[in-house]
């Protein structure tokens, strides 16, 4: 059984920063495509970082620069440390997981709130 477990999120203030972590048990993050989502209320959810089974790193425009995506394939842990946050950062953030099979998993979320 697939399970990915996010954490970190919180209330900072723009410019602050926040590094959330997602572990996952059931399924390893070397072997397939990790990654983190958003969605704030009322819009669609979307890509914020991706990394691939190699290693290959692609960021929404939104972020670069700011967001970094990072794997510890020893915890099976994926983290996105976030910098100079922005009030439009402001989100639910997902934790995934999309394997070979094109099969995605999905974490139960964590809010982030930044405060202008």
């Known amino acids: 059984q697939v399970r990915l477990v996010e954490s970190g999120g919180g209330l900072v203030q723009a410019g602050e920063s926040l590094r959330l972590s997602c572990t996952a048990s059931?399924?390893?993050?070397?072997?397939?495509?990790g990654g983190w989502y958003r969605q704030a209320p009322g819009k669609q959810r979307e890509l914020v970082a991706l990394?691939?089974?190699?290693?290959?790193?692609v960021y929404d425009d939104s972020v670069k620069g700011r967001f970094t995506i990072s794997r510890d394939n020893a915890k099976n842990a994926v983290y996105l440390q976030m910098n100079s946050l922005k009030p439009e950062d402001t989100a639910d953030y997902y934790c995934?997981?999309?394997?070979?099979?094109?099969?995605?998993?999905w974490g139960q979320g964590t809010q982030v709130t930044v405060s202008s």
């Open positions: 990394q691939s089974r190699g290693g290959n790193t």
């Open positions: 059931g399924i390893s993050f070397s072997a397939n495509a």
């Open positions: 995934n997981v999309r394997t070979i099979a094109s099969t995605d998993y």
